[in-house]
């Protein structure tokens, strides 16, 4: 009896230990190199491991590897990252671009009138940035994407436990990152130096891991890998005559880095795969470089897909889908909004520039939408947000990095109105100080112009600023066909001006204004000249107000939104015995007719009230580019500048196709009517005009070739435009 009472406790003893020991499967790891766009391939090889029901237990990734294993470890699915990166729009989110909608009215000016920006060292002299992308776009994604995570994360109590390598900028020593706020890890992990400004995480200024363990395998081991299967997208090193760009330098330096840990990496795989990466290079990110290199992911992934069944079985690795439930709620009830980080503004301020109603539900665009208002302020080197706990729902918290901003800009351009041009501006946004904008423009061409900005510190609203404004114009007036004279003026201007943003993409505004005229003006509705000063000068006063409304996607070539601006003024000189009111209206307006093409809708319009001197009477420009002053009014077919009498009303339609990727035909059609009694409609007369504009969108600015033609002028106008004219 005692005998088999011992053989039975034997029995069961052993089933246990069978029983544990079966439990305790091995663990298996991904390890998932960097390598920018070529990281598309790590997708097809993470959609075969799924398909094949492979279980990740670990997941380890370097740059762009951090980024797929980090959202594949919090529970975002194969398919799931797929249609993320499909549906991603890669040149913006691979940049800081904001849209201009958000843009304050400063921002907007130099977004659409500069190619060249440097900031200004503390030294006072321009100089390179630390990265040519501050990332603000692609860490706000990562922040929506990763809403639901805690800002103290522990990656190892992950769904899938995650680690991510990065590269310490003070001691070049690696840093595997294992806890923190997620968002910024996966940044600091892929931050190429020169590339990205480098990451902050943990107290760590870091930059791309790739630098010290681009495919660390080693980390995983030391994680507690049993099996790891590596996904390497590097290549073998270039030969001297092969380096010949930028992206290949990249690469090779990285590679130099990664030698010594080569060899130990390698030998800790059980299976690695090697996508075919021919053709592509860590800057591929477009549409055709995903869906070829997911593709041949794939295929190195079913090349070994025997290797891998057989792990599978040999080891008994079990499946079980990853929980999702961190990366399930697409909307949070917002309770509350703080701030943190570095900055000088008030809250009450930046919670007014976010402008959310609280308690509400709001998605990742809302948020987005309230850090474009923010950062599009232009003294943010960055800003990005988290959701901290709350018992009634989540805190929306802002973190905020502001700089002294200080660049030197640089224009070109060439157009028929001022031949060859230079632009050169320096704008210093800074405010701590009493002023927090200052800002000189210089404009170097056949007519000339300088211009100076000051305004007050952002915390005053309404708006405080002055301005000096200076131009040298030579022109050509048309008082008919037959009939034009050459000119020379010299203007000058010094505004006090107030305004105050209200509502969104609206600005409510006024001030005074002394304006000076030099040089000669010619009768409005006369055939002959007249000399207005005798080769003097003649001094004007404005009282003014005026409404801007702009919410246009694009200044040049707009897909949608309107600009509206409308401005009263009294203008008087120094005699002070007639005082002469003037009404101005500007509007266009961008409707999206199909992808490829848009229809434009403007109004132009200027009434006199009274006989104002000739130097502020109506002109006509040909094109926008071609406007001097303004008040000058732009029309389809008339050369610049033409008069016309003291009311003058036009409208004009355009239809813009893009016929071939940036390159774009447009039809217009418009109408002006002017009188010099306005509430006479017998009085007016017309003129029917048109045009055809060849256009191509290029990065330094547009570049334009229009023909017009009208019934007034009875010639073929031309215009010409290469670069940015506001």
């Not at 398919?79 to 991603?88: H, M, N, T």
């Not at 404009?443 to 609203?461: H, M, Q, R, T």
């Not at 200076?470 to 000058?492: C, E, M, P, R, V």
Request: hydrophobic share 40%; with cysteine.
């Amino acid at each position: 009896m005692l005998r088999k009472l011992l053989i039975l406790i034997l029995v069961i003893t052993c089933s246990f230990a069978t029983t544990a020991q079966s439990s305790k499967r091995p663990r298996v790891a991904l390890v998932l190199s960097g390598g920018g766009a070529k990281g598309f391939a790590h997708l097809g090889v993470l959609k075969v491991l799924e398909e094949e029901k492979i279980p990740v237990d670990i997941i380890v990734g370097t740059s762009i590897g951090s980024i797929v294993g980090g959202l594949y470890a919090i529970g975002y699915s194969a398919d799931d990252i797929i249609k993320l990166a499909k549906e991603g729009n890669w040149p913006e989110l691979l940049s800081d671009y904001v849209p201009r909608r958000e843009l304050d009215q400063t921002s907007k000016t130099e977004q659409q009138r500069y190619v060249i920006t440097l900031p200004v060292a503390e030294n006072k002299f321009p100089s390179l940035p630390s990265g040519m992308v501050n990332g603000q776009n692609v860490l706000n994604l990562f922040c929506g994407l990763m809403a639901n995570l805690p800002e103290n994360a522990d990656f190892t109590k992950f769904p899938v436990p995650f680690a991510c390598v990065g590269t310490d900028l003070e001691t070049g020593k690696e840093i595997v990152m294992t806890e923190g706020f997620l968002p910024t890890a996966i940044f600091a992990s892929m931050a190429i130096p020169g590339v990205f400004v480098p990451g902050k995480h943990n107290g760590y200024l870091l930059v791309d891991g790739g630098l010290v363990n681009n495919f660390p395998t080693d980390v995983a081991k030391k994680m507690g890998a049993d099996i790891i299967i590596g996904v390497d997208l590097r290549k073998d090193l270039y030969q001297a005559d092969q380096i010949g760009s930028l992206d290949k330098l990249t690469n090779q330096i990285i590679n130099f880095y990664s030698l010594n840990k080569d060899s130990v990496n390698n030998s800790l795989c059980d299976i690695i795969i090697r996508p075919d990466i021919t053709g592509y290079n860590t800057s591929s990110f477009n549409r055709q470089a995903l869906d070829t290199l997911m593709v041949r992911g794939t295929n190195s992934a079913l090349a070994v897909v025997d290797q891998l069944r057989e792990l599978k079985v040999k080891n008994k690795l079990l499946y079980k889908t990853v929980p999702s439930k961190l990366v399930e709620q697409q909307k949070w009830k917002i309770t509350g909004i703080k701030f943190s980080g570095n900055y000088s503004m008030s809250d009450n301020l930046l919670t007014n520039m976010v402008n959310k109603t609280l308690p509400g539900e709001y998605n990742y665009d809302d948020i987005k939408q309230s850090i474009n208002s923010l950062y599009g302020m232009g003294i943010f080197k960055r800003v990005y947000f988290k959701l901290d706990d709350d018992k009634n729902g989540k805190i929306l918290h802002f973190h905020i990095e502001e700089g002294k901003a200080w660049n030197f800009n640089v224009g070109m351009r060439l157009n028929t109105r001022s031949g060859i041009s230079v632009v050169l501006n320096s704008t210093r946004k800074d405010y701590t100080k009493t002023f927090g904008l200052l800002s000189f423009t210089a404009d170097i061409s056949a007519n000339p112009g300088f211009s100076v900005l000051a305004e007050l510190d952002k915390e005053k609203w309404p708006k405080i600023a002055i301005q000096a404004d200076g131009n040298f114009n030579q022109a050509t007036i048309y008082t008919s066909k037959n009939n034009h004279f050459d000119t020379k003026l010299y203007t000058a201007s010094l505004k006090l001006f107030t305004y105050q943003p209200f509502l969104r993409h609206s600005i409510i505004g006024g001030g005074v204004k002394q304006e000076f005229y030099g040089g000669e003006i010619f009768n409005i509705n006369g055939i002959l000249p007249v000399n207005s000063s005798t080769g003097g000068g003649k001094f004007f006063y404005h009282l003014y107000g005026y409404y801007h409304y702009d919410s246009l996607n694009d200044y040049y070539f707009p897909t949608k939104g309107s600009e509206f601006y409308t401005e009263f003024s009294l203008t008087e000189d120094l005699v002070f015995n007639i005082i002469n009111p003037i009404w101005m209206l500007k509007n266009r307006s961008a409707i999206a007719l199909t992808k490829q093409s848009t229809l434009m809708l403007s109004a132009y319009g200027r009434t006199l009230f009274s006989d104002v001197p000739l130097q502020l009477g109506n002109f006509i420009a040909s094109k926008d580019y071609e406007v001097r002053f303004n008040h000058h009014l732009p029309f389809y077919g008339l050369p610049s500048f033409w008069s016309t009498g003291k009311n003058t009303f036009i409208g004009c339609v355009e239809y813009r196709a893009n016929i071939y990727k940036k390159h774009h035909l447009t039809l217009a059609a418009n109408l002006l009517l002017h009188s010099d009694e306005f509430n006479r409609f017998s009085t007016y007369k017309s003129i029917i005009g048109g045009g055809v504009t060849y256009s191509y969108k290029s990065p330094f600015g547009p570049v334009e070739f229009t023909l017009g033609y009208s019934d007034a002028y009875r010639k073929l106008t031309t215009s010409v435009n290469i670069g940015f004219w506001f």
